[in-house]
Nanobody, 121 residues
Framework: QLQASGGGLVQAGDSLRLSCAAS????????MGWFRQAPKKEREFVAG????????GYADSVKGRFTISRDNAKNTVYLQMNSLKLEDTAVYYC????????????????WGQGTQVTVSS
């Protein structure tokens, strides 16, 4: 029901925009989030956006470089990633949940399959 796309291989300093398209149901009334998992690491919160007031939140590691947005008419959420760093290399997952707290992974009921982002030097 959630399809993430837009990943790829880029160089440090480049930009990428990830998309997460929802199908099968409307996620306009769900909080949407992006998480990532690097090799041999736990999955971690990256960014989230509430549907109620469009409030956004970011992990400290991406604040100022990444921007989450959503287009409810298209049932799609985006993650614009600028100034990419080597440490941003990971599989990125989008998720949807009926929650106020977008930082907690367990609050999300729906998950996409992930898209690989690889940043090279």
């Amino acid at each position: 029901q959630l399809q993430a796309s837009g990943g790829g291989l880029v160089q440090a300093g480049d930009s990428l925009r990830l998309s997460c398209a929802a199908s099968g149901r409307t996620f306009s009334r769900y909080t949407m989030g992006w998480f990532r998992q690097a090799p041999k690491k736990e999955r971690e919160f990256v960014a989230g956006i509430r549907w109620t007031d469009m409030t956004t939140g970011y992990a400290d590691s991406v604040k100022g470089r990444f921007t989450i947005s959503r287009d409810n008419a298209k049932n799609t959420v985006y993650l614009q990633m600028n100034s990419l760093k080597l440490e941003d290399t990971a599989v990125y997952y989008c998720a949807a949940g009926d929650t106020w707290n977008y930082r907690t992974e367990s609050n999300y009921a729906y998950w996409g399959q992930g898209t690989q982002v690889t940043v090279s030097s």
